[in-house]
Nanobody, 124 residues
Framework: QLQASGGGLVQPGGSLRLSCAAS????????IMWYRQAPGKEREGVSCIGSRDDRTKYGEAVRGRFTISRDSAKNTVYLQMDNLNPEDTAIYYC???????????????????WGQGTLVTVSS
């Protein structure tokens, strides 16, 4: 019921916008987390936005470059990624947690939903 999309190949310094869309659930009721996993590395928290009050949080590696936002009309959460570098190359996943205002970036939490992932490759 979560669909992550928007990944692709981008040059260093470029931008991408990822989308996490939902069917059958109202994303406004859910905190939405973005995680990423690069080959051979553990899953890493990227950003999250809380349910209803939209408090946001960012991982240290992306703070100042990535922006998370919510479009309630489209039932979608976006991750705007700017000034990308090769270290951002990974599969990006979104996850949903019901009625959580203060979201946390802990990949082992038992989230209600996970999206299938979208690949981001940053390379020249």
């Amino acid at each position: 019921q979560l669909q992550a999309s928007g990944g692709g190949l981008v040059q260093p310094g470029g931008s991408l916008r990822l989308s996490c869309a939902a069917s059958g659930i109202n994303l406004d009721d859910y905190a939405i987390m973005w995680y990423r996993q690069a080959p051979g590395k553990e899953r890493e928290g990227v950003s999250c936005i809380g349910s209803r009050d939209d408090r946001t949080k960012y991982g240290e590696a992306v703070r100042g470059r990535f922006t998370i936002s919510r479009d309630s009309a489209k039932n979608t959460v976006y991750l705007q990624m700017d000034n990308l570098n090769p270290e951002d190359t990974a599969i990006y996943y979104c996850a949903a947690d019901l009625y959580v205002a203060a979201c946390m970036l802990v990949p082992t939490l038992p989230y209600d939903y996970w999206g299938q992932g979208t690949l981001v490759t940053v390379s020249s």
